[in-house]
């Protein structure tokens, strides 16, 4: 069965550092997703990808979050210049058109030191 | 902003008995409902889902309801089975103003053998 599937599994990194997390979507779908979970917090909309520009975006996504499609098959999010408050799963997700599921890859854990 | 809200952490069930999570929005613009299943260190995974024109869908042991009228949602469980123990998420999403998931704090099911 199709999966989204995301690495690393764990990223520990330092404040200020750079961090790129990377997901690979479910091959035919056409919307993509990040979203992440503070310990302890419910899960968080980051922004929505759709046709190769960002479609919407929380107030959590500011200028240090960037996403990208590189080519056919990654989805990348960036995160400039790490703060210990980025720490947090954070999962990406696809579907392959609206009024559709979105299925979850499992996670990346990421710490900021 | 608590637009979903999931007013029980925990719910513990025997097995075989049938297990009721509940779910509460505010926002009346959601017109699609999802739950998904949770276990620690995975990504949410997909279970069902109801759009706002149907007050019930059914797949295999589990069943949504959807009360608009109270802003309530509801899953079912039966029979509950030991495997089903994890957290729950029920989510929403307006699609008019796009395809992002408000995700509700989630409701932690044990189902005791």
């Known amino acids: 069965e199709p999966e989204v599937t995301q690495t690393p599994s764990h990223q520990v990194t330092q404040m200020g550092q750079e961090v790129i997390l990377r997901c690979v979507p479910i091959?035919?779908?056409?919307?993509f997703y990040w979203y992440r979970q503070i310990l302890g917090q419910k899960v968080e909309f980051l922004v929505s990808?759709?046709?190769?520009?960002?479609?919407?975006k929380s107030e959590i996504f500011d200028d240090q979050f960037s996403v990208e499609r590189p080519d056919g098959s990654n989805f990348t999010l960036k995160i400039r210049s790490t703060k210990l408050e980025d720490s947090a799963m954070y999962f990406c997700?696809?579907?392959?058109?609206?009024?559709?599921?979105?299925?979850f890859g499992p996670g990346t854990r990421l710490t900021v030191l | 902003d608590q637009q979903v809200k999931q007013n029980s952490p925990s719910l513990s069930v025997q097995e075989g008995r049938i297990s009721i999570l509940n779910c509460d929005y505010t926002?009346?613009?959601?017109?699609?409902f999802l739950w998904y299943k949770k276990y620690p260190a995975e990504g949410p995974t997909f279970l069902i889902s109801?759009?706002?024109?149907?007050d019930k869908n059914e797949d295999g042991r589990f069943t949504v309801f959807l009360n608009k009228s109270a802003k309530h949602l509801s899953l079912h469980i039966v029979p509950s089975q030991p495997g089903d123990s994890a957290v729950y998420f029920c989510?929403?999403?307006?699609?008019?103003?796009?395809?992002?998931?408000?995700f509700g704090t989630g409701t932690r099911l044990a189902v005791r053998p």
């Open positions: 989510a929403a999403s307006d699609k008019s103003s796009g395809d992002k998931l408000t």
């Open positions: 926002n009346s613009m959601f017109d699609y």
């Open positions: 997700a696809s579907m392959l058109a609206v009024y559709n599921e979105q299925f």
């Open positions: 109801i759009s706002s024109i149907k």
């Open positions: 091959s035919n779908h056409l919307y």
């Open positions: 990808f759709y046709n190769n520009e960002i479609s919407e």
